[in-house]
């Protein structure tokens, strides 16, 4: 894979949300298959102990850029301090996530949501695509979840923004190939990082698999343009295929429904 990777995707690499959970593990394989890295997060101090890291081990480049994409045309300041670099691969692994009772949560947290994982989503994989499509090379990999493809309620406005970039991506990945880029999208389940771990939910007593940010890494970067959709864990796979095509919508809401109504704390 490392060589795969360096050879379609170098010499750059963005990934955003790069200092944690999945966007960390990716930004570790991208440095180990000898790719140079920009990392965008808010923290600017886990920006700078992350880039030491990876030079240090690795011996690549790596830049970051302090960004917080809630805020009205952050996903600018990424435009703009990426400008001077030949970036092959784009990687958004950052998202917001919001839950409980729709109507109990503040609506400038939601479009705070909404700003991070749609608009910013938007407005970088369109400028990103439009380089990648005039140099005819280059990667996209989006990061949605299966709640992006499924019903899942007390995360409805997060569910319905990843089934945004959900269909985005499938439907950019035929617009794209046509310039030799790839477009892929990362679907994963409960995984195990800081977001999991605020949700609220004991997702130990669901029937989804909790996987580690460096097994979905290695699987996403292993289906990258060899896969439109990458649902990493055979369980996770199996409850993506009964939701879409065994159970009903009806059913699939209620069970989702209870499921959630049994194991979130937040509604205790």
Known sequence: MTN??????????????????????????????????????R???????????????????????????????GYQEIIDNTKDYDIGLFVPSTALENNGRFTDINVNDELKLLQVNVVSVYALTHHFAKQMKQKKRG???????LSGIMPSPYFSNYAGSKAYVQNLGQSLSWEMKHYNVDVSILVPGPTSTPM???TGVDFSKTPMAIMSP?????????????KVVIIPGMKNRVMAFMLKYVMSTKKAI?????????????LQ
Do not use: C
């Open 4 to 41: 795969r990777l360096a050879n379609k995707y170098g010499p750059w690499a963005l990934v955003i949300g790069g200092t944690s959970g999945i966007g960390a593990a990716i930004s570790e394989e991208l440095a180990q298959a000898g790719i140079n890295l920009i990392i965008a997060a």
């Open 196 to 198: 999991l771990e605020g």
């Open 43 to 73: 923290s600017r101090d886990k920006l700078a102990q992350t880039a030491f890291s990876l030079k240090r081990r690795y011996n690549i480049d790596v830049h970051t850029i302090s960004v917080d994409l809630s805020q009205p045309k």
């Open 254 to 266: 209620a069970m989702n429904g209870k499921l959630m109504e049994k194991v979130a704390n937040f």
């Open 139 to 145: 990667g996209i990999l989006l990061v949605t979840s």
């Open 214 to 226: 460096q097994t979905v890494a290695k699987i996403a970067l292993n289906g990258l343009g060899r």
